[in-house]
DNA sequence: CTAATCTGTAACAGTGGATGTTACGGAATG
DNA sequence: CATTCCGTAACATCCACTGTTACAGATTAG
């Protein structure tokens, strides 16, 4: 395995969300967009939630909405708030200090790894989940679609 | 978890052959200075044989060894090397398709992700293995050490 | 030719993160 | 007070990754 799922499952939900202004959805409803169980759901909205994302109300006629508007809602800022981890892992156990490789490898690998980390953040930064709203409505008239759920 | 540890081992190891450019390295050596079972050692040096990036011999006085000039070796290559995968994953489960959000948010995804993951590639085509054997060599100097092994 | 060295790879155990599921308490509504 | 929905603990699976043992094959020294 090398990435969770987490970050295209929680711009599904925002995505739905933004498609929805006007209304609370909850999460049974999202479940049954995205294809699993309520409570997989929660734990991800509770990720957002506690980002600023997203607000939540309990009973009847209760559920999720956004707290801002689509646009301003940054990839990277998901990204952050879903704890995905570095695309780089360092060695498990500590590589052996009396050889000079294995002493400064790691130095050597954080600057490199930093770097390319950055240039993925700032495209991620770059795109909100407004565009993949937009991205999703333009795809759906093209195919002349009618379905909603 | 999230990425595997492949590539930063894999640099590991070419970053100690570049350093021992004479010599055949057993796996068992760079076992020694990455802090790890041999054929863990072996498992990824095939990996970059089938790349191209080294050649193997067995026997006495057998080992490993670079096939070209460290310099030529980007990151970018030697991570498909090793197969780290993508930074992002998609749903496990396919989601519902009569939802326009869950018909089309993979297609509306994967232009973002690509976009994320070139930029990430682009950085690590700019590095190689030889600056990072320059990097290590500049901080064994800086710190005044003189162990090898 | 034989012993020693080292690769090549199969096989298996253990670990840990991620996901899916059930269950149930708490909050809000009518 | 019954219903709806969130919040979260608890547990089961699953699967990639890592580590380890074992052994066959290749190569070389003597």
Not at 81 to 89: I, K, L, M, R, Y
Request: charged share 15%; hydrophobic share 40%; net charge neutral.
């Amino acid at each position: 395995m090398n990435a969770s799922t987490r970050l295209t499952i929680a711009l599904h939900i925002l995505t739905l969300l933004a498609s929805n202004p006007e209304e609370t959805v909850t999460s049974e409803y999202i479940a049954g967009s995205v294809n699993t169980n309520p409570v997989v759901i929660r734990r991800l909205l509770g990720l957002l939630r506690t980002a600023g994302l997203v607000v939540s109300q309990s009973g009847i006629g209760g559920g999720w909405r956004l707290t801002g508007p689509p646009d301003s809602i940054t990839l990277l800022a998901v990204r952050r708030a879903v704890n995905e981890g570095s695309p780089f892992n360092m060695h498990h156990q500590q590589p052996n200090p009396s050889c000079p490789v294995g002493r400064h490898i790691q130095n050597a690998l954080v600057e490199v790894y930093a770097r390319a980390e950055r240039a993925l953040e700032a495209e991620l930064a770059g795109a909100t989940v407004g565009q993949l709203l937009e991205s999703v409505q333009s795809r759906h008239r093209d195919a002349g679609e009618s379905n909603k759920g």
